[in-house]
């Protein structure tokens, strides 16, 4: 069990570009979250998925995002045209629950993302 | 949605001295975490307590569910526990099977030597 990684852990880009952020969760977790967190904030919820399916987009996710985690294994999260306000860190949790049991997520280092 | 407020949201402390932070909550939880994030960013956890009392070394925990609050206890700090304490919950009617977590704006802890 080596823990959630994340990769890249630091991005800058200029604006307009696309980034792309991968996590590698917890080997047979089923479930996969991204958080945000910017500076003196708790971590907001993105989305999650229960294996490969995506079951919930939060509002903060906006057309320009998408995220994937094909086979229900790592995840991609994907920013298009970034923009300023993107600047903030990019959390991936995994957690290994069954049904509606809730159980601990572990969290990865994050990436944290500059837009200047 | 559910409300998480912790307090104090500053605390700076002599090394050796005992600390008391709390989370307060507007709902019924599934899931309540305690996380401390160090200076890197990393969010660590400290323990999984949805109720009752846990202890892990200089560290204890206590969650009061019908009450609605949860409490860390740190005794004897040490510098090293310098970091932001985060507490994150699941609300029982999350409408769904979404099990995010939402995270209160932490405690900044400072431990000074």
């Known amino acids: 069990d080596t823990g959630v990684s994340q990769n890249p852990r630091h991005k800058i880009t200029k604006r307009g570009q696309n980034v792309t952020f991968r996590c590698d969760p917890i080997?047979?977790?089923?479930?996969l979250y991204w958080y945000r967190q910017t500076l003196g904030q708790g971590p907001e919820f993105l989305t999650y998925f229960q294996n490969e399916a995506q079951l919930e987009k939060s509002r903060l996710l906006s057309d320009r995002f998408s995220a994937e985690r094909p086979k229900g294994s790592f995840s991609t999260l994907e920013i298009q045209r970034t923009e300023q306000g993107d600047s903030a860190m990019y959390l991936c949790?995994?957690?290994?629950?069954?049904?509606?049991?809730?159980?601990?997520?572990?969290f990865g280092p994050g990436t944290r993302l500059t837009v200047l | 949605g559910i409300q998480v407020e912790q307090s104090p949201p500053d605390l700076i402390l002599q090394e050796g001295a005992n600390s008391t932070l709390r989370c307060n909550f507007s709902d019924s939880v599934n899931n309540l975490q305690w996380f401390h994030q160090n200076p890197w960013g990393q969010l660590i956890n400290l323990f999984y307590i949805p109720s009752g009392t846990k202890q892990n070394g200089r560290l204890s925990a206590t969650t009061v569910a019908t009450e609605r609050y949860s409490l860390l206890y740190i005794s004897s700090s040490q510098t090293t526990d310098s970091g932001v304490y985060f507490c994150a919950v699941e609300p029982r009617d999350s409408g769904g099977s979404n099990y995010k977590l939402t995270f209160g704006k932490g405690t900044l802890l400072t431990v000074n030597p």
């Open positions: 080997s047979e977790h089923n479930r």
């Open positions: 949790a995994s957690s290994l629950a069954y049904t509606s049991v809730t159980d601990t997520q572990y």
